[in-house]
Nanobody, 122 residues
């Protein structure tokens, strides 16, 4: 099992920045197995479907981003802290959503955090 705990959400004005954190723990997540995982961030705005934001492969640090956040968001990981970060800059009102951290040890994301609210005002 893997437990994911997000933090760092909040309210910010357009153009501002926030950093989200996701701490991973559990019997299935350790120094041996962490390299198997891809860690991702997703978001869901009111009335919309959940969408992919960014992901990082723990083994080699390669990243992928949704086109809507490229150049503004950066995903990274800290091996020592078992934590994944999402640095969000130049935030827009359309970035307002609940942001979820997720972990995949295979082709699908099977572990999810509880979510953290991000609100961007114009």
């Amino acid at each position: 099992q893997v437990t994911l705990v997000e933090s760092g959400g909040g309210a910010v004005q357009a153009g501002g920045s926030l950093r989200l954190s996701c701490a991973a723990s559990g019997r299935s997540f350790n120094v041996v197995t962490m390299g198997w995982f891809t860690m991702g961030w997703f978001r869901q705005a009111p009335g919309k479907e959940r969408e992919f934001v960014a992901q990082v492969r723990w083994r080699d640090g390669t990243t992928d981003y949704a086109n809507s956040v490229k150049g503004r968001f950066t995903i990274s990981r800290d091996n020592a802290k078992n934590t994944v970060y999402l640095q969000m800059s130049s935030l827009k009102p359309e970035d307002t959503a609940i942001y979820y951290c997720a972990a995949a040890s295979s082709s699908q994301y099977e572990y999810w955090g509880q979510g953290t609210q991000v609100t961007v005002s114009s």
